[in-house]
C-alpha cells in the first residue's frame, strides 16, 4: 500500500490552522438593523429570535450593541409611520431611515449602509408604484390584485427608478455611507449613480442587490419589515432560483451602470452563483444570509438538533469560502463574538 500522500499529517492541532485555506473576521460581516417609525419601544420579532424593532430614539443604543461585538457596518431597513400607493415616505426627510441615518452617524463610528426599496413603504407591498401588465396572446397571467381591482398588475419598472433616485439621494444627504438597491428593477443601479453623481455624492459607493431571487427564504424577514406583498408574490421582477446564467447577465448590467459591491441573495441556496460571481469579476461580492436561513437554523437549535454557534458559524464560514468578501447576517454579532472568544 502506498502512503506516501497522507493529508491527515496536515490536520494535527498545531499545524491545522496554519494551512487554513478560509477566515472569517468580525469587520466581514453586516448587521441589519429594523427602525420602526410605528412604536416607541423595541418589539421582538418571533420569527427571528433575538431579533427586535427599534424605535428611531433607541436606533443609536442598538448600533452601539452591533460595535461592541466587532461588527462595524450595519444595513438600516425601516418601518415607516405610514404607507400610500406610491411608498412616499421613502423618500421623506424626515422618514424612517433619514431619521435614524443622522442621529447614527452623528454619534457613532458605524459603517452605515441604507437598504433602497419600496416594499416597506407601499400599501401593496410590491417594490414600486404598479401598472397594469401588458402581455402578449396566450401569455400567463399577471398577479390579479386582490382588492378587487379588474386588471393584472406589475411593478412600473421605469416610474419606480425615478422614486428609487429620490431615495437614495435623500438617504445620501441624511449621511448613509453606501446605498444598497434591492427591488431588482432594470436599470436601477444607473438610476441611482446618476441621481447621487447629480447631487454631489459621487464618493457614496453602490452595493446592487444584482442577483436576487424569488425566494421562500424570506418569510420571517417580510414580517419583521411589514413588506409581505397584499397580493400575488414578486415572480415579475425578482429572479427565477432555476437561472444561474440569468444571474451572470444581472451582475453584469449592473456593473456596467456603475455597481460598486454586487449582492446575491439568498446566500446558503445560491453558493454557486457567488462562486461564479467571483470568478467572473473582480468587484467585492456580497452574500446576504437570509432571514429563513437564520430562522431554520434557529428552529433546529430549540430542537436540540444542532448545535446553533457551530452550525452558524460554518454556515458563514462556507459563504466566505465560495467567495464572499461581505456576508449580511442576522449571525453578525453572536458570530463575531464567538470569533473574539476563540481567538
Not at 45 to 60: L, N, T
Amino acid at each position: 500500500m502506498d502512503l506516501t500522500h497522507r493529508p491527515r499529517r496536515l490536520r494535527q492541532d498545531r499545524v491545522r490552522g496554519l494551512v487554513s485555506e478560509t477566515s472569517l473576521e468580525p469587520s466581514d460581516l453586516i448587521a441589519p438593523i429594523f427602525v420602526d417609525a410605528t412604536s416607541d419601544e423595541r418589539l421582538p420579532i418571533d420569527s427571528m429570535p433575538g431579533h427586535e424593532r427599534v424605535p428611531i430614539e433607541e436606533s443609536v443604543a442598538r448600533v452601539e450593541e452591533v460595535l461592541e461585538t466587532g461588527v462595524e457596518a450595519v444595513m438600516l431597513f425601516g418601518i415607516p409611520e405610514s404607507k400610500d400607493a406610491e411608498g412616499t415616505r421613502a423618500w421623506a426627510d424626515d422618514g424612517v431611515i433619514q431619521e435614524a441615518t443622522r442621529q447614527i452617524t452623528a454619534e457613532t463610528d458605524a459603517y452605515v449602509i441604507t437598504d433602497v426599496c419600496l416594499c416597506e413603504y407601499t400599501d401593496h407591498g410590491h417594490c414600486g408604484p404598479l401598472e397594469e401588465e401588458l402581455r402578449s396572446e396566450g401569455r400567463e397571467h399577471g398577479e390579479r390584485c386582490a382588492h378587487g381591482h379588474g386588471a393584472d398588475l406589475t411593478v412600473d419598472n421605469d416610474a419606480t427608478l425615478e422614486s428609487l433616485d429620490r431615495i437614495a439621494v435623500s438617504h445620501a444627504a441624511a449621511g448613509a455611507d453606501m446605498i444598497a438597491p434591492s427591488g431588482m428593477m432594470d436599470g436601477m443601479v444607473g438610476a441611482i449613480r446618476a441621481g447621487l453623481d447629480r447631487e454631489g455624492f459621487e464618493h457614496v459607493p453602490i452595493m446592487s442587490y444584482a442577483a436576487k431571487y424569488e425566494s421562500a427564504f424570506y418569510g420571517p424577514f417580510r414580517d419583521a419589515a411589514d413588506g409581505a406583498p397584499s397580493f400575488g408574490n414578486r415572480r415579475h421582477y425578482q429572479m427565477d432560483p432555476a437561472n444561474a446564467r440569468e444571474a451572470m447577465r444581472e451582475v453584469r448590467l449592473d456593473v456596467e451602470q456603475g455597481a460598486d459591491v454586487l449582492m446575491v441573495k439568498p446566500a446558503l441556496p445560491y453558493l454557486d452563483i457567488v462562486s461564479d460571481i467571483r470568478r467572473e469579476f473582480d468587484h467585492p461580492v456580497a452574500a446576504y444570509n437570509v432571514s429563513g436561513e437564520y430562522a431554520m437554523l434557529h428552529a433546529a437549535a430549540e430542537k436540540g438538533w444542532l448545535d446553533l454557534e457551530e452550525v452558524a458559524l460554518e454556515s458563514l464560514l462556507s459563504i466566505k469560502r465560495a467567495g464572499a468578501d461581505l456576508i449580511l447576517t442576522y449571525f453578525a454579532e453572536d458570530v463575531a463574538q464567538g470569533l473574539s472568544r476563540n481567538r
